[in-house]
């Protein structure tokens, strides 16, 4: 059969495969972290953007006023007690109760914190490091209540948006912004630094309507102990706490978790995913259909206009 025949899906390259069979395996990651050419004034000291391309995350404090995280934590309240009563799909519930884990799509459903995707504080640095214009693949809020918050395993963000959303390359990015403060001790996320120069290929198959189970416990795309082991010693374990305000950059391709929290100290978080517009999704690179669109962003692929925010403009809608 002559490639003319083919569909683009048949004949495009999967850089980066994983499950289906494969054995799990540490590969060399292929692409930049950085993706701006060296003579790009960054938004940020040269110094914490090296920072950022060695160990595949950065944590900046004091990025948000008081009056500002004040104002979020408003509308982080006051999203939470409509979802408690909702029954829709961007609302996931803690496995086994009605606690509410995480809320999808948060930019579409406030205006308060669609004004904070676009912030140029979080936009610009995003369009920065990818070298691009940028849009939102994926958006949440993350609640991690005290005593009853549950753990996010191991795993790379990448790996499963490559193999389920069809993400072509590893030039998307994640910030999350502390709404309360993140401790070592109320299940902050931890990373393994440097772990993001390496894509680990997982085993196993993906289930249909995989995405039903993982956003409550993820047990696909989820990296052997003997690999998770080589990267740690390779690169330690760090954990990203820091007060409200504070806000974490890190790479797609960065091993990361939490752990449960059994603290009586709440940890919220703003979570925001940017993508390149030259890397949007494409089909998925395994044999099922695309996860919804409040997961993974297909249909409305829109560039951001990073904007100047004030304090007021974050005020509960």
């Not at 494969?22 to 993706?35: A, F, S």
């Not at 795993?155 to 709404?179: C, K, Q």
């Amino acid at each position: 059969m002559s490639t003319a025949t083919l569909t683009r899906e048949e004949t495009r390259t999967d850089l980066y495969p994983s499950r289906g069979g494969m054995k799990g395996n540490i590969v060399p990651r292929q692409h930049p972290v950085v993706w701006s050419p060296a003579d790009v004034q960054p938004p940020v000291d040269r110094e914490l953007v090296e920072q950022y391309e060695r160990n595949g995350f950065l944590v900046l404090r004091d990025v948000f006023s008081p009056e500002e995280v004040a104002n979020l934590q408003a509308e982080l309240d006051r999203l939470r007690s409509e979802a408690e009563t909702m029954h829709r799909p961007e609302v996931i519930t803690e496995k086994g109760s009605r606690q509410v884990r995480s809320i999808f799509k948060v930019h579409e459903l406030s205006a308060v914190f669609e004004r904070l995707a676009s912030d140029e504080r979080l936009a610009g640095l995003a369009s920065y490091l990818l070298g691009d214009q940028v849009y939102l693949h994926q958006t949440r809020l993350n609640y991690k209540p005290g005593f009853h918050g549950k753990e996010f395993y191991w795993h790379s963000d990448f790996e499963t948006w490559h193999i389920e959303d069809g993400m072509p390359l590893p030039r998307a990015l994640s910030i999350s912004v502390s709404l309360t403060d993140n401790t070592p001790h109320n299940g902050p996320l931890l990373v393994m630094p440097g772990s993001h120069k390496h894509y680990v290929v997982c085993e196993g198959e993906t289930p249909p309507d995989n995405y039903t189970m993982s956003l409550k416990a993820q047990e696909i795309g989820v990296p052997s102990d003997e690999n998770l082991e080589k990267l740690a010693q390779q690169g330690g374990l760090v954990d990203t706490a820091g007060p409200a305000g504070s806000v974490l950059i890190f790479d797609c391709n960065l091993m990361h978790g939490s752990n449960s929290n059994i603290t009586h100290l709440p940890r919220s978080n703003a979570f925001f995913v940017y993508n390149a517009v030259s890397n949007a999704v494409e089909a998925p690179f395994c044999d099922q259909e695309p996860r919804p669109e409040f997961i993974a962003t297909r249909e409305s692929i829109n560039a951001l206009k990073p904007r100047r925010n004030r304090p007021e403009d974050f005020l509960p809608s």
